[in-house]
């Protein structure tokens, strides 16, 4: 069989994988959701260095998740500038206090008094890095004419999912932080009109004592329908 060939005219490989024996996958699907099912997120950062180019490394696996039309209609801006750290944390502690105040339900408040919440964001300083996610809305072509993303939200929620596995699979923590609303995100790293921010994701090791909430997740008989 080749390994090349054009269909259509447009450019083909062959896709191929090892055939793994039945108890092999079984195997390699119990070890990966166990060893999924240990991450969590994390509010409490130690403030030990990571190399860049694990975060590197972390945002090209991000990059292989499926998009619409593979367009990967997102950008990953990290920050590890103190300076800018400490800008993002004041205009997110200034959102979130107005948040948690008065714009959020008290049924809201409610479910997050379980997770310990508050409008105190200290781990927007204390992380290494701040990866920041952007889905793209649209584009510029050649001519300079916009032209519209596909399915961003799916693709970029995707490519966060992988980004998750991804940092977990290092030996790093994570958190996926919405303060709300993000524009300030915008200004502050003075990113273009076609991007809008997703997710603010502070990475790296949990601090010598860190606390997560005793949760459970959901049985598969709850989450689950074969027909
Ligand atoms: N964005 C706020 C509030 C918050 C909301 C939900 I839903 C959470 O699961 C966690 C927090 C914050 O980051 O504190």
């Known amino acids: ?9 447009y450019p083909y490989i062959a896709y191929s994988k ?8 079984l ?3 119990k070890y990966f959701y166990e060893f999924m099912d240990t991450r969590r997120s994390v509010r409490e950062f130690s403030n030990f260095p990571v190399a860049r180019e694990v975060i590197e490394n972390i945002i090209k696996t991000a990059s292989t998740a499926p998009s619409g039309a593979h367009k990967q209609p997102w950008t990953f801006c990290v920050v590890e500038n103190p300076e800018i750290k400490k800008q993002i944390r004041i205009a997110a502690e200034e959102e979130e206090l107005q948040s948690y105040e008065s714009r959020m339900s008290s049924e809201w408040l409610d479910d997050l008094k379980p997770l310990g919440t508050d409008w105190h964001k200290p781990f927007l300083e204390t ?4 990866i920041i996610v952007f889905r793209r809305i649209y584009e510029f072509d050649d001519e ?4 519209n993303n596909y399915y961003v939200q799916e693709s970029v929620g995707l490519a966060c ?11 790093l923590v994570s958190l996926t932080h919405t303060p709300s609303p993000m524009n300030f995100i915008t200004k502050i790293l003075n990113r273009p009109e076609n991007e809008k921010p997703f997710l603010l994701i502070p990475v790296g090791y949990p601090a010598e004592e860190c606390w997560v909430p005793d949760i459970k997740r959901k049985e598969l008989e709850d989450i689950c329908v074969f027909y």
């Open 127 to 130: 992380a290494p890095y701040i």
């Open 161 to 171: 999912g992988f980004l998750l596995a991804a940092i977990h699979d290092a030996g």
């Open 27 to 29: 195997e390699r699907a």
């Open 144 to 147: 300079e004419k916009k032209k």
């Open 1 to 9: 069989m080749p390994i090349k060939k054009i269909i259509e005219n």
């Open 18 to 25: 090892p055939i793994l024996e039945d108890k092999a996958i």
